[in-house]
């Protein structure tokens, strides 16, 4: 079955500094990857997608993600965080039913 | 930009009771979902639904759920019985149909608590 682990529940990083959050997925076809955004009170916000071709997407907001084969991995990145990026960040996969599956969530804290 | 919305946005609920929860896709949209979010777990997908009927459903969708599409606009999610264990964020997403390589975008979230 497919899934999706996002090894870290929580980070914190400083306004500023770089981002960095990880996603690994297990899906034997060549998956289609997204990357959600939850703020607090809010819904799922769509920050970027893979489906193929150049493996370095863009984004809103600043981020980007490298979809990577040989390490199964579909990390997210940003090289300057702000203080509005804190909340909590979701990898998903689209499987074979045309359902997303996500991974664990990892919650981004940011300090002044 | 068109959204999707829910309402409403917190519910309580004593065990037993029927609760609907009620979405409103973005309005060219074909393709419905709800998903949910037990806390400190992950969104988990439930069902789907295309052309007045279901698509997909998960194990988590049984007898005890329900969806409907009662008029052109709303879409709507009915628990007959609830559980302690329903107590969770719902969210409600659409897609167009053009296919499935289209984002899924997501409502803000029905929280349902069980007493």
């Known amino acids: 079955a497919q899934s999706v682990t996002q090894p870290d529940i929580h980070i914190t990083v400083s306004e500023g500094a770089s981002l960095e959050l990880r996603c690994n997925y297990s899906y034997g076809a060549t998956p289609y990857l997204f990357w959600y955004v939850q ?26 993600a490298e979809f990577k084969r040989s390490q199964s991995s579909f990390n997210l990145r940003k090289p300057s965080v702000h203080w509005s990026d ?16 996500f991974g664990g969530g990892t919650r981004l804290m940011v300090k002044p | 930009e068109p959204e999707v919305t829910q309402t409403p946005s917190h519910q309580v609920t004593q065990m037993g009771q029927e609760v609907i929860l009620r979405c409103v896709p973005i309005s060219n949209h ?28 998960s194990e988590i969708f049984d007898d005890q759920f329900s969806v409907e599409r009662p008029d052109g606009s709303n879409f709507t999610l009915k628990i007959r019985s609830t ?33």
Do not use: H
Request: proline letters at 2%.
């Open chain 1, 86 to 101: 804190a909340a909590e960040y979701f990898c998903a996969v689209y499987n074979a039913g045309n359902m997303l599956t």
């Open chain 2, 83 to 115: 559980k302690l264990e329903d107590s969770a964020m719902y969210f409600c997403a659409s897609r167009t149909l053009a296919g499935v390589r289209e984002t899924q975008y997501f409502g803000p979230g029905t929280r349902l608590l069980v007493l």
């Open chain 1, 39 to 64: 703020s607090p009170g809010q819904g799922l916000q769509l920050l970027l997608k893979y489906f193929s071709g150049d493996t370095l997407v863009q984004g809103i907001k600043g981020f980007e």
């Open chain 2, 30 to 57: 074909l393709y419905f979902y709800w998903y949910r979010q037990i806390l400190g777990q992950k969104v988990e997908f439930l069902v789907s639904f295309y052309n007045n009927e279901i698509s997909e459903k």
